[in-house]
């Protein structure tokens, strides 16, 4: 199975990269599966209906989220309606929505989708790792799915390489989201988990973050307020984690990252096209 997972859409010039490029890739790389993270598509902060839209239209079989989940109030209400809208799962109880989803591929096959946050640096949560046994178990790889993927949306990369190793095995696929940089250490683990710390983004690098550079600089100067942060306006790199898996183990045999744009290195999967 090719699944192919991209790391945070930032806005305007994200979503336009996602719209460019996704629709001939499931095609060129006859992908099954594609997971995006969308909790930075609003602006630069959120996701809303008409957006979240867009990338299931662009070819998105699912769309996780993270610690700016609730940043578009709307997302409180249509997450319940829209099944392959996921936040994190461990987010307190109670919380609107789900944190995972069981999609069906083209040809029959079942990939879970598993949104988890960390919680070294970020907002108060559950435990990560209890909440993914609590999935797997209702879930197991093999007999409840033919692919399992975990959005590790976390701060930390040592938090990130824990949970890896903590499913190792058990997983198809680890990446790691939030920091908008996309990492070199991707690679399949002894057990036949793929991992990846960050996918990067799917914005413009031509930024801080996918944002306007004056005014984080001027906060980050002189530690005074600088306004509202304002998404940039130039043209998207699309980042994300490319993983091919087993048909009979649903473990990964191959992995690469993905780089298509005009400022970062470009980066395919190798034998897809």
């Known amino acids: 199975m090719r699944i192919l997972f991209l790391g945070d859409v930032v806005a305007k010039p994200g979503r336009e990269a996602v719209q460019r490029h996704l629709p001939s890739l499931r095609e060129r790389w006859k ?38 989940a609730w940043d578009q109030r709307e ?22 929505g789900r944190g995972s989803a069981l999609i069906e591929t083209k040809n029959g096959a079942r990939v879970l989708v598993v949104n988890l946050i960390g ?55 680890v990446v790691g989201t939030h920091t908008h940089v996309p990492t070199a250490d991707h690679h399949i683990l002894p057990g036949g988990t793929a991992y990846m710390s960050d996918a990067g983004m799917c914005g413009d690098y031509d930024s801080i973050l996918g944002v306007d550079k004056a005014a984080p600089m001027h906060r980050l100067m002189f530690s005074t307020p600088s306004g509202r942060f304002e998404a940039t306006d130039g043209t998207a790199t699309l980042c994300g984690f490319a993983v091919e898996t087993d048909d009979r183990t649903g473990l990964a ?14 980066s395919r999967p190798k034998g897809w096209e």
């Open 253 to 266: 045999k191959g992995c690469w990252a993905v780089r298509l744009g005009p400022i970062l290195e470009e």
């Open 31 to 68: 992908l099954d599966c594609v997971v995006i993270n969308g909790e930075n598509s609003a602006g630069t902060i959120g996701i809303t209906e008409a957006i979240c839209n867009e990338l299931l239209d662009a070819g998105a079989d699912c769309v996780t989220l993270g610690n700016h």
């Open 119 to 173: 919680r070294v640096f970020m907002q108060v949560s559950d435990d990560p790792f209890a909440e993914i046994d609590r999935q797997m178990e209702a879930c197991p790889l093999g007999p409840g799915c033919d692919a399992l993927l975990i959005d590790m949306h976390a701060e930390a990369t040592s938090e990130k390489q824990a949970m890896a190793h903590y499913v190792d095995g058990r997983c198809s696929v």
């Open 75 to 96: 997302a409180l209400v249509f997450i319940e309606r829209e099944h392959r809208l996921i936040r994190p799962a461990n987010f307190m109880r109670g919380t609107p």
